[in-house]
C-alpha cells in the first residue's frame, strides 16, 4: 500500500477536466430525492444515507424500535466551524463524534473515535436535510454544505480516501459512482467540471486531514461514560473543546 503521502501527491496531481470526462460519461443529475441526507428509520420511509444503507429487520418494519444506520457524513473540523458561524449553531448542532468504534456502555456511547460526521436528528436524518409537502428534499446549509454533500454519489479511488456510499455501483476511470437515482442522466459539462473541481479538492483534504490525524493521534485513557474524537487537531471531547 502507497503511503498517505504519496496518495496526496496523486491526489493533487489528478486531471480536473478527466474528472469531469468521467462524470460526464457516468452521468448525474440530482432529482432532490433526499435518499443521500436520510436514513432508513421508523419515522418515515426514509432513504439511504450517504455512507451506505442498512436495512431495518422486517420484523421491526413498524416499529418505533427499528434498529436503523442514521446518516453518516464525515465533516472536516473547519467545514464545521463554517457551518456554526453560518447559522450561529453550537458544535453539537453540527457534529457529532463518528460512531464507528465506540461501545454501548451503561451511559450511552464511549471509548475512542476519528473524526466527526453531521449531526442528525431523532430519525437518524441529517439535522440540515427539509423536505416539501411535496416530498422533494432540500439543504438547509446548501451553501456551505460540506464537501461530502457536494461531491456525491462520485469518489475518486485512491488508496486513503473515503468511499462513503458504499459498494460503487459504476466507474469511469478513477471515479467511483454511488448508488443514488439520478445516475445515468445527462449533465452539462459546466456541472461535471464544478463536480471534478470540488471531487479533486475533497480527495486532497481527506488525505490532508488523515495526514493530520496520524501526526497528532496521542492514545489516551477515556473514563467510563467519556468519548474522545481524534483529527487532525488532536484529541477532543465531543462538543469539540481539547481532551486534556
Known amino acids: 500500500m502507497d503511503s498517505l503521502e504519496t496518495e496526496l501527491e496523486r491526489a493533487r496531481a489528478l486531471e480536473e477536466s478527466e474528472l469531469a470526462d468521467a462524470i460526464e460519461t457516468i452521468g448525474f443529475e440530482c432529482t432532490r430525492c433526499g435518499a443521500c441526507c436520510k436514513a432508513e428509520s421508523a419515522c418515515g420511509e426514509g432513504g439511504e444515507s450517504a455512507d451506505e444503507a442498512v436495512d431495518a429487520p422486517d420484523e421491526n418494519a413498524d416499529s418505533a424500535e427499528t434498529d436503523a444506520e442514521p446518516h453518516t457524513a464525515t465533516v472536516f473540523p473547519d467545514e464545521i466551524r463554517q457551518l456554526q458561524a453560518a447559522g450561529e449553531y453550537d458544535f453539537r448542532d453540527v457534529a457529532r463524534p463518528m460512531p464507528y468504534g465506540l461501545a454501548d456502555g451503561p451511559e450511552g456511547p464511549e471509548g475512542e473515535t476519528f473524526e466527526w460526521a453531521l449531526q442528525t436528528d431523532d430519525c437518524g436524518d441529517c439535522t440540515f436535510y427539509a423536505e416539501g409537502d411535496d416530498g422533494t428534499g432540500a439543504c438547509t446549509v446548501h451553501g456551505d454544505r460540506p464537501l461530502i454533500c457536494q461531491t456525491y454519489p462520485f469518489s475518486v479511488a485512491l488508496g486513503g480516501t473515503s468511499q462513503p456510499m458504499g459498494e460503487a455501483v459504476d466507474k469511469e476511470g478513477i471515479v ?69
Not at 445515468?184 to 480527495?203: F, H, T, V
Not at 477515556?222 to 474522545?228: C, E, H, L, T, Y
Open 176 to 244: 467511483r459512482a454511488h448508488e443514488c437515482e439520478g445516475l445515468g442522466r445527462d449533465i452539462s459539462r459546466a456541472d461535471a467540471e464544478e463536480l471534478a473541481a470540488a471531487l479533486k479538492e475533497r480527495a486532497v483534504r481527506e488525505l490532508t486531514e488523515a495526514i493530520g490525524v496520524r501526526d497528532t493521534y496521542r492514545p489516551v485513557d477515556p473514563s467510563a461514560g467519556q468519548v474522545v474524537v481524534h483529527d487532525s487537531e488532536g484529541a477532543k471531547r465531543p462538543d469539540g473543546s481539547p481532551y486534556e
